[in-house]
């Protein structure tokens, strides 16, 4: 699993290097993600070691959070001072993120003729 944690942290590494080094307005992390994703689609997926480290980092997700949330307190002024705006672009991009999740879904879901779901080849199971 150390190997797997490592391939991981290697490529977060790899956006950060690209991301500061070109200069780039996305975050070094998320450069490493689309690393990572594009290096799993050309190797045909993850193995299963970087499958159970994957397995075990969205366990114990919750506790990635702790540093945001205590980094949020460093800011309480700005945040007492523009509550309303921030509160408003929160519900309005959860609300959006709602919608077009849900607009993705109906649309890629198989459709439906007389209350039976059509199959690949678009005939009746």
């Known amino acids: 699993m150390l190997a797997a944690f490592t391939q991981i942290l290697l490529f977060q590494l790899a956006g950060e290097v690209i991301a500061r080094g070109l200069g780039l307005p996305v975050p070094g992390p998320v ?48 945040l ?12 309005v991009s959860t609300v959006l993120a709602m919608a077009v999740t849900a607009l993705l879904i109906q649309f890629l879901s198989p459709r439906q003729r007389d209350g039976h779901p059509e199959t690949a080849a678009g005939e009746r199971p």
């Open 31 to 78: 450069l490493g993600l689309l690393l990572l994703f594009g290096f799993l689609l050309w190797r045909g997926g993850p193995g299963p070691e970087l499958q159970q480290a994957a397995q075990n980092l969205l366990q114990h997700l919750s506790l990635l959070f702790i540093p945001a949330g205590t980094g949020i307190l460093l800011h309480i002024a700005t």
């Open 80 to 91: 007492e001072r523009e509550w309303l705006p921030i509160s408003v672009a929160m519900v």
